[in-house]
Every structure is written in structure tokens, then in C-alpha cells.
């Protein structure tokens, strides 16, 4: 019983030493929490344009720009509440028009390879022969890798009329 008490225990102490991948992943972690931070101000001017993009691209009804921003794995909810990944999410900027479709108001902050964008988006439109306008707060999680800055989520809430700037 000792004797297999014994070797249980030597096989759990070296199991880790075992899995080569496990020190792949430790040395990766290690050489991007010591690789030398990017310029913050550089960093967030360029989500400040993909956010500007993006509004440029939704208005165009244009899915190419969020196919090369947008991570294959990407998570979002819509405006109205509706969960979509990147497929539903290109269909829903396909299927709709707009007259005009701006971004303002933009913040973010990067953490290392992370950042976090909020803005205030503006559309005008026509829907069914009726004018529309709508504003909505959007937040967008950016992460940065060897492709650059890819959304992985977004958020998008929509402001009640009341609250709603001309535009």
C-alpha cells in the first residue's frame, strides 16, 4: 500500500515536467509580459481609426473590413439584445442601410495587448419607407497579436430618444 502511495506521489510531482507544452506556454507568457510595451498614444490612435472604419463600413453596408478586423472567434451583442458571432454579425452589416453612420466620441484605453474602445454611434436611415435615427453606445474589446488589433467582443446599447444628440 505505502509502495503505491509512493509511486502516486512521485507520478504527480513529475507529471507537470511531462507535458512539454505546459513550458511552451510558461515561456510565452514570460516573453510577452517582458516584451518591451508599444507607444500607448500610437496604440490607441490606430483603434481611434478602426472605430472610424468600422462606422465608414457599416454605413457602405461593406463586410470586408470587419472579415480582416474582426477575430474568427468573435462574440457580440446587438443593440436590440441579439447575441451574434462573426458570421450573423457580418449578415446583419450586409443587410442594412444607412444615409449616414458616424462614430464620435471615442475613448480607449490599452492595457499591453488589450484595450478597450468606447464611442457614440450616430445613424440616419430609411427602414420600410420610414426615417430612422438611432444612437447607440458601443464598446469593442481589442486584443493584439501577430495580425495586429482584432475585436474579440462587442457591445452595443441603444439610447432611449430622450437622451438621443442631433445629428
Not at 503505491?4 to 507537470?16: E, H, I, Q
Not at 512539454?20 to 510595451?37: G, I, K, S, T
Not at 444615409?99 to 450616430?122: E, G, K, M, P
Request: hydrophobic fraction near 40%; include cysteine; charged fraction near 20%.
Amino acid at each position: 500500500m505505502y509502495r503505491l502511495a509512493a509511486v502516486l506521489a512521485m507520478w504527480v510531482a513529475l507529471a507537470p515536467a511531462w507535458n512539454p507544452q505546459h513550458n511552451d506556454r510558461l515561456n510565452e507568457c514570460y516573453e510577452r509580459c517582458n516584451a518591451p510595451q508599444g507607444d500607448p498614444d500610437a496604440e490607441r490612435q490606430e483603434i481611434v481609426i478602426l472605430e472610424k472604419e468600422a462606422a465608414h463600413a457599416i454605413q457602405l453596408s461593406d463586410a470586408t473590413f470587419f472579415r480582416r478586423v474582426y477575430s474568427d472567434d468573435f462574440s457580440g451583442t446587438l443593440s436590440h439584445g441579439e447575441r451574434v458571432d462573426k458570421a450573423h454579425f457580418l449578415s446583419a452589416v450586409q443587410s442594412t442601410k444607412y444615409d449616414s453612420f458616424n462614430a464620435s466620441d471615442i475613448q480607449v484605453h490599452v492595457y499591453r495587448d488589450t484595450a478597450v474602445a468606447t464611442c457614440l454611434w450616430s445613424s440616419r436611415g430609411t427602414m420600410k419607407g420610414q426615417a430612422v435615427y438611432a444612437q447607440m453606445r458601443v464598446m469593442h474589446i481589442y486584443v493584439n497579436g501577430q495580425d495586429g488589433w482584432r475585436v474579440v467582443a462587442g457591445q452595443a446599447s441603444a439610447l432611449p430618444p430622450y437622451l438621443q444628440q442631433s445629428l
